[in-house]
C-alpha cells in the first residue's frame, strides 16, 4: 500500500502506518488505556494477576495460556478489556433518572459503555422513559412473577453470551431446563457454530484437538481468515516462536492484516530495543471473501495430482485406510474440479495454491488455525468439513504437532458449550440431569439465535433473558431486530456495562448488575472461584480480587439462582446450597457430565486440567467409527449475488470488542478516530470509477432479497483482493438480512454479503 500511497489524495484519519504489529505503540496504547480507565494503583497491580494461577482468566479472549509458572503475558488488547471492566467510571441511578432511553438511544455504543459499570438493578418505568433502581427481591419476584404468567415456557428466548463461567452457565441451563424452555440463542451460534456442527460429522468432536505443545512441534501453520493481533494477541507470541523456528505460515485473507504479516514481541527486549521484527506468513494468499472451499479444494487437488504424477508419500495411505472413510469419493470429486473454475471464485493462482500443496507435503505435522474470516459465511459448515479432509489427507490427527484449531472468540464460549448451553439437546445431557435433579428436561430442539430473533420478530416469543452480551446488537438486521424486542413483554439483562440492547426495553424491563471476572465474589462459606474452558480444552480456575465496583453487584451465579427461585416456588434444585458454596455446583456439573470426574480436586492442580479429545488418540466417535471424509458439491455461493455485485466481509477493528468500542482507532490498518470507512481494492475501484475518499453508500445485492442500505462511508483504498470490501461490525449489521447464512449450522454470513458499493447521492 505505502508504494502508491503517496500520490493518493489526503483523507481525513486514513494515515499510512507501516510498523510491524505490538511494540512499543502497544505499550504506548497499553499505557494509554490504563490512564483513560483506571487510577487506582490496586487496580493497575490487577493486571499482572491475569491468567496467573493465582489470579483471573484473561476476559479477553480465549488462547490457552502456557505453564502455570509463566510471567504476565503482556498483551495489549487484554490489556484493554481488564481496564474497561476495572474502570473507576460508574453508570450510577442518578444517571440514569437525568436521561431518557429515549435520548440514551441516540447515543453510540462506544459513548454508552464508556459511561461505566453498572451500580443497581434498575427497572424500566415507562411513565419518564428512565430507568429507576429496584431492590433485587423486587426484581427477582417481578420477573418470576412475569415468567410464570407466561403461556408457554418456549415462548421465552434464553441468550448466552461467552464471558459467563461455567458455573454461572450452568445453573443457567438447569434453570431454563427446568422451567421447560430449551431456547439458547447464544453467541457461540455466532461465531464457530459451523466448528460445532460440522466437525463432528468428520472427527466425532465439535472441538480443536491441538494444545499449545503442538505449537512448539508442528512443521507448517495454515492460518484462515483470523486476525490475531488484534483479536487473539497471545497467540502473536505462539506465531513468532514459530516462525523463529523457521516454520512456514501459510495465511489465506482476503486483507493484508499487518500481525500476520510482521510482528515485534514486547516480550523480547532485544526486538524492542533495534526496533525489529518478525515475518509471520511465509505465504500470503490474498483469497477472495467466501473463496476458501474453492482455495482448499485446489491445495488438495494440487496434492492428488502429485500422489497421481507418483509422488505417493504427498497422501499419507496408511493413515487414510485405516481410520477414514470416503477418501475416493472426495479424491473423484477433486479430479473433476477444474482449475480454471478453481482461480475463479478463490481469486487466487494455480502456482499459489500448488505452492502450498508442496510445503503441505512435506509436511509431517501441520496445524490449521482459524476464525471468523472462515466460519461466517453460506458455506460455513462446508468449509470445515473442506480443510478436515485436507488434513486427513496427510494423517494430521493423533500425533504431536498436528491438528485443528478454531479459534473460539469469547473467553469462555467453548466452556459455555460443554456444560449445556446448547440447543440441541443429547441424550447423556438429558441422563445426567435427570441422574442429578431427578427431573428430565424435554428432548425438543429449541431456538439458536436466528431461530430466537424470527420469533421475536414474529411475535411467537415474548420474553429475552439475556446473560451478558448484547444480542440485539449483534444480530443482523437492526431494522427489524431492534423494532421487534420493543414489543416483548419481558426483557432481562445481566451485565457489566449499558449497551444498546439494555435499551430496547420490553413492556417490562430490567437490567441487573453483575461482578465480572476481576472482582472478588464471597458466598455463604467465603471467597470463591469460577472456572472456564479455554479454546484448547484446558479448564481452569479464576480468582478475582479487587474491590467490586458497587456493594450492590452480585455474581453471574447467584442473579440466576435469584431468577430461579423465585420463578420455580418447587423447583428441585437446591439453589441456596450451591450458592453458598461454588464447589458444590462444580460437583453437580461433574455428576451430570462425566469427563469432569473429580472437577473439585483436579481444578486445583496449577494450570487445571484437560478434557478428553478422542481424535488425538485418532478414536473416531462417529457413526462409522472413523474419521469421515465429506463431499462439497461446487465451489462458493456466487449464485445468490446480483450480477456485478462485491462481497462484503464484516469485520472488528483494533479498537473493540465485539459490541463494545473502545475507541475510534484501527491503528494497524492505517485508520484513525473514524470507522465509517469500507475498505476496497484499488481496480475495482477503478472499474466503479471511485476515488480514495470517496463518499460512497453500500447496498445489499442479494437476488430475491429487499435491499437494504448504508449511507455515506468513505471508500478507502487498502490491500484486499479483488472483489472484496470490508466494513465495520456492528455499524454494517444494516445490510445482512437476519437468514442470510449458513442452513447447516444458522450461522449468518456476516463475512460474505453480497454488496453494490454506489457513489452517494448529492
Ligand atoms: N480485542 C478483541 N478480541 C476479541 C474480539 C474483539 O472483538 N476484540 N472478539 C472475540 C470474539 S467473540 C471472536 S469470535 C474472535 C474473533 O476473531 P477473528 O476471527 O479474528 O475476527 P474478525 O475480526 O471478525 O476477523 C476475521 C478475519 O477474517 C478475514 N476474512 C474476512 N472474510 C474472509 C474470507 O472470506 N476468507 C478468509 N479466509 N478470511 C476472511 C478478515 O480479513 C479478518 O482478518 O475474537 C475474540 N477476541
Ligand atoms: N456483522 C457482524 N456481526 C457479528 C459478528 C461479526 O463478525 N460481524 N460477530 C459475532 C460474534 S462472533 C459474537 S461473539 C457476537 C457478540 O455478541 P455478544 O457476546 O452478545 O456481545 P458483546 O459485545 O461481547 O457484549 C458486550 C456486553 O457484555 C456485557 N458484559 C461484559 N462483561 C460481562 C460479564 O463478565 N458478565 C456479564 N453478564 N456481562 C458482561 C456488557 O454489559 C457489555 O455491554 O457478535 C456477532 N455479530
Ligand atoms: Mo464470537
Not at 487414510?320 to 477433486?334: E, K
Not at 470490508?726 to 455499524?731: I, K
Request: proline fraction near 6%; include cysteine.
Amino acid at each position: 500500500m505505502s508504494d502508491h500511497a503517496s500520490s493518493k489524495p489526503d483523507v481525513p484519519g486514513i494515515r499510512p502506518y507501516d510498523h510491524a504489529a505490538g511494540g512499543w505503540d502497544a505499550l504506548l496504547a497499553t499505557a494509554r488505556a490504563i490512564r483513560d480507565q483506571m487510577d487506582t494503583p490496586e487496580v493497575v497491580a490487577s493486571l499482572l494477576e491475569t491468567n496467573k494461577p493465582t489470579g483471573f482468566d484473561c476476559p479477553g479472549c480465549a488462547w490457552g495460556d502456557r505453564s502455570p509458572s509463566s510471567t504476565f503475558q503482556f498483551c495489549e488488547n487484554g490489556a484493554k478489556a481488564v481496564t474497561w471492566e476495572t474502570t473507576t467510571r460508574r453508570a450510577t441511578p442518578d444517571f440514569f433518572a437525568a436521561h431518557t432511553v429515549t435520548e440514551l438511544l441516540g447515543w453510540s455504543d462506544y459513548a454508552l459503555e464508556d459511561v461505566g459499570r453498572l451500580t443497581h438493578p434498575l427497572k424500566y418505568d415507562a411513565a419518564t422513559d428512565t430507568y429507576r433502581q429496584v431492590p433485587w427481591d423486587e426484581a427477582f419476584a417481578g420477573i418470576g412473577d412475569a415468567l410464570r404468567r407466561l403461556p408457554d415456557p418456549n415462548a421465552v428466548e434464553f441468550y448466552t453470551s461467552g464471558r459467563a463461567s461455567n458455573e454461572a452457565s450452568f445453573l443457567y441451563q438447569i434453570f431454563v431446563r427446568e422451567y421447560g424452555s430449551g431456547n439458547f440463542p447464544d453467541c457461540s451460534n455466532m461465531c464457530q457454530e459451523p466448528t460445532s456442527v460440522g466437525l463432528p460429522q468428520s472427527i466425532g468432536i465439535g472441538k480443536g484437538t491441538v494444545s499449545l505443545d503442538d505449537f512448539d512441534r508442528c512443521e507448517l501453520i495454515i492460518s484462515i481468515g483470523h486476525n490475531p493481533a488484534t483479536n487473539h494477541p497471545r497467540m502473536m507470541g505462539t506465531l513468532w516462536e514459530a516462525s523463529g523456528r523457521g516454520v512456514p505460515i501459510v495465511v489465506l485473507n482476503p486483507l493484508r492484516e499487518r500481525g500476520l504479516e510482521r510482528f515485534t514481541d514486547p516480550q523480547d527486549t532485544i526486538e524492542m530495543m533495534t526496533g525489529g521484527s518478525r515475518r509471520i506468513a511465509s505465504n500470503y494468499l490474498q483469497v477472495r471473501a467466501g473463496g476458501d472451499v474453492a482455495a482448499l479444494k485446489g491445495i488438495m487437488k494440487a496434492l492428488i495430482e502429485f500422489y497421481d504424477a507418483g509422488a505417493t508419500e504427498a497422501l499419507d495411505h496408511d493413515f487414510i485406510q485405516q481410520h477414514t472413510q470416503g477418501f475416493d469419493a472426495v479424491a473423484d470429486d477433486l479430479r473433476a474440479t477444474s482449475w480454471p473454475d478453481i482461480e475463479r471464485d478463490s481469486g487466487l493462482g494455480r502456482d499459489e495454491l500448488e505452492s502450498v500443496a508442496e510445503l503441505y507435503a512435506r509436511s509431517n505435522a501441520t496445524i490449521v488455525v482459524y476464525g471468523l474470516g472462515f466460519t461466517q459465511h453460506n458455506t460455513g459448515t462446508a468449509n470445515i468439513h473442506q480443510v478436515v479432509n485436507l488434513l486427513l489427507m496427510r494423517g494430521n490427527f493423533g500425533k504431536p504437532g498436528a491438528g485443528i484449531c478454531p479459534l473460539r472468540g469469547h473467553s469462555n464460549v467453548q466452556g459455555n458449550r460443554t456444560v449445556g448451553i446448547t440447543e440441541k439437546p443429547y441424550p447423556a445431557l438429558l441422563d445426567g440431569i435427570e441422574r442429578t435433579f431427578g427431573f428430565r428436561p424435554s428432548a425438543a430442539q429449541g431456538h439458536d439465535a436466528v431461530a430466537a430473533m424470527r420469533a421475536i420478530i414474529d411475535g411467537r416469543s415474548k420474553a429475552l433473558i439475556g446473560l451478558g452480551g448484547s444480542f440485539a446488537v449483534a444480530m443482523p438486521d437492526p431494522g427489524q431486530c431492534f423494532p421487534a424486542m420493543r414489543r416483548l413483554d419481558l426483557t432481562v439483562f445481566i451485565g457489566t456495562k449499558p449497551n444498546r440492547s439494555h435499551l430496547l426495553a420490553g413492556k417490562t424491563s430490567y437490567v441487573l448488575p453483575c461482578l465480572g471476572r476481576t472482582e472478588r465474589d464471597v458466598q455463604a462459606t467465603g471467597h470463591q472461584f469460577i472456572t472456564v474452558e479455554d479454546s484448547m480444552s484446558m479448564v481452569h480456575s479464576s480468582l478475582g480480587r479487587l474491590e467490586p465496583a458497587s456493594p450492590d453487584l452480585r455474581s453471574e451465579a447467584a442473579i440466576v439462582a435469584g431468577i430461579a427461585k423465585a420463578t420455580l416456588p418447587k423447583s428441585r434444585v437446591p439453589w441456596d446450597e450451591l450458592i453458598a458454596d461454588y464447589d458444590r455446583i462444580r460437583d453437580a456439573i461433574a455428576s451430570v457430565f462425566t469427563d469432569f470426574g473429580d472437577f473439585n480436586t483436579r481444578i486445583r492442580v496449577p494450570g487445571g486440567f484437560r478434557l478428553p479429545l478422542p481424535p488425538t488418540e485418532r478414536i473416531w466417535n462417529t457413526p462409522s467409527g472413523r474419521a469421515q471424509f465429506m463431499v462439497f458439491d461446487g465451489l462458493s455461493e456466487d449464485s445468490q449475488g446480483k450480477p456485478g455485485s462485491l462481497r462484503l466481509s464484516t469485520i472488528r477493528s483494533h479498537s473493540q470488542y465485539n459490541t463494545t468500542i473502545y475507541n475510534l482507532d484501527d491503528r494497524y490498518r492505517s485508520v484513525f478516530g473514524r470507522r465509517d470507512v469500507v475498505f476496497m481494492n484499488k481496480n475495482d475501484m477503478a472499474e466503479l470509477g471511485i476515488g480514495h475518499g470517496d463518499l460512497v453508500d453500500l447496498e445489499t445485492a442479494i437476488l430475491d432479497a429487499t435491499a437494504s442500505r448504508l449511507n455515506g462511508l468513505t471508500a478507502v483504498e487498502h490491500d484486499i483482493s479483488r472483489g472484496s470490501v470490508a466494513s465495520y461490525y456492528p455499524e454494517a449489521n444494516v445490510l445482512i438480512p437476519l437468514e442470510w447464512g449458513d442452513k447447516q449450522s444458522g450461522i449468518p454470513a456476516y463475512k460474505s454479503v453480497p454488496v453494490r458499493v454506489l457513489r452517494a447521492g448529492p
